[in-house]
């Protein structure tokens, strides 16, 4: 047992100060705030924070970051590039790739990610020799980061969505689809369960263009206390051709087809009208947004907690964007308290996943943890409970995961430096530099 002192903490109630707590089998004991430290308590000076949860990442389009932005174009013109990247994974590369990606984020304070993936096949569409290796390959490369994920394993059938209806998958989209929703649970029901302490499967709908209707009723139909992603109104596009072809919204479709529930997450949910607001409030549903990537693609302005391509990997850039993004849209300032920034980033994040019983520092709960410093050039002068306003990735120093220290003076104890990781696997992608 390991117990800790530290000058400030996020609670479930608040910011508090002078807070010591022990860390025992993975999970946080008692824990009192306004103590004195003992000797052998281990101090973190800074600001602790819960772990906190990215719930929508592809991890695959970090090859993107920094190489998209020469011509213009649109989301379109961008996911041609995004699919020229995938004809080049395999499963050892994607390994390379992914766990490079992921200790990015630990680096910058991630304790657990949604991997939403669909990259299933080999480039002409067949089943590897063991059909989940792409998705083994991306817990692996969880394992070796240090930290949790869900697998959300993705049912993608159709190319495309238009007015006429739905296309077929093109070759790209061959490598993407099992077929039929049966193909997609078999091969799930294929794969060998995870260390439960480390990763879970979940489940994902890619779209309402990917999954037509008649799929949707037996996603539906079978959904039993998993968690369910889909990304949603993404793109006015999507919702004109869902208008045009089922004559109504994503949103509306997805609950007609019994998809919408508590477990179900919708990723983006950029372009929603009231109607499709209060639908998923009716149904208890989460929403995962990612600003960083809404303005990177110019989908429009969204709020998130995910980050999505991985062209910006700072959770606290999300966390502002959430309330930034907010005030642009209402000049109104404080849309979001503190805490409620907090509590999105990670206790509800940790939800969205299937993680109950994370991303709080609480008795019984699991010992994920961030210390922020409050002595740099960016965080120096802060309040505490204000540092989520003024911190950056930059500024992590020391990341907890299940009570193994990942991250320390930041950096990572087991990888070591992190960006010959992404040489190496840029290089195995022959991507020029």
């Not at 969505?161 to 193909?183: C, I, K, N, Y």
């Not at 950056?392 to 990942?406: I, N």
């Amino acid at each position: 047992m390991t117990t800790y002192w530290a000058e400030h903490a996020w609670l479930p109630t608040g910011p508090a100060s002078s807070v010591r707590f022990p860390v025992h089998d993975g999970r946080f004991g008692r824990v009192r705030a306004h103590v004195h430290a003992q000797h052998d308590d281990v101090r973190l000076p800074g600001v602790v924070l819960p772990g906190l949860a990215n719930t929508h990442s592809h991890a695959f389009h970090r090859a993107l970051r920094g190489r998209t932005h020469g011509g213009g174009g649109n989301f379109w013109t961008w996911r041609d590039q995004m699919y020229a990247v995938t004809q080049r994974l395999d499963p050892d590369t994607y390994f390379a790739l992914a766990r490079a990606t992921f200790a990015e984020m630990v680096l910058a304070g991630v304790t657990v990610v949604g991997e939403f993936h669909y990259l299933h096949h080999d480039p002409s569409g067949r089943h590897y020799a063991n059909p989940n290796a792409m998705g083994d390959a991306l817990v692996a490369a969880a394992a070796e980061a240090g930290l949790r994920i869900t697998l959300l394993d993705t049912c993608y059938l159709a190319g495309g969505l238009t007015g006429e209806g739905h296309t077929a998958p093109d070759a790209t989209q061959q490598r993407f689809s099992d077929g039929s929703v049966g193909g997609w649970l078999d091969r799930m029901a294929a794969r060998t369960p995870p260390d439960p302490s480390a990763a879970r499967i979940g489940a994902a709908i890619h779209s309402v263009r990917a999954v037509p209707k008649p799929s949707l009723e037996e996603v539906g139909a079978w959904l039993d206390g998993v968690p369910l992603h889909v990304h949603l109104s993404e793109q006015p596009a999507e919702n004109i051709a869902c208008e045009m072809f089922y004559g109504c919204s994503p949103t509306r479709l997805l609950a007609d087809t019994g998809v919408l529930r508590p477990d179900v997450t919708a990723v983006h949910a950029t372009h929603l009208s009231a109607e499709d607001v209060k639908m998923l409030g009716d149904a208890d549903a989460q929403a995962a947004f990612c600003p960083t990537t809404e303005r990177d693609l110019a989908d429009g302005i969204g709020l998130s907690l995910g980050s999505d391509q991985n062209a910006v990997v700072d959770p606290f850039e999300e966390l502002r964007g959430l309330e930034m993004n907010e005030r642009l849209t209402t000049n109104e300032r404080g849309r979001f308290r503190p805490d409620e920034l907090v509590r999105v980033a990670s206790a509800n994040g940790y939800r969205s996943l299937g993680w109950f019983g994370g991303g709080e520092i609480a008795e019984g709960a699991l010992a994920d943890f961030v210390v922020v410093r409050d002595d740099t050039i960016r965080t120096v002068g802060s309040r505490s409970g204000q540092i989520v306003y003024s911190a950056t990735a930059a500024d992590v120093a020391t990341v907890v995961v299940g009570g193994r220290v990942v991250v320390d003076r930041g950096e990572h104890q087991r990888l070591g430096s992190v960006a010959p990781l992404f040489r190496d696997a840029f290089d195995a992608l022959r991507v020029e530099r």
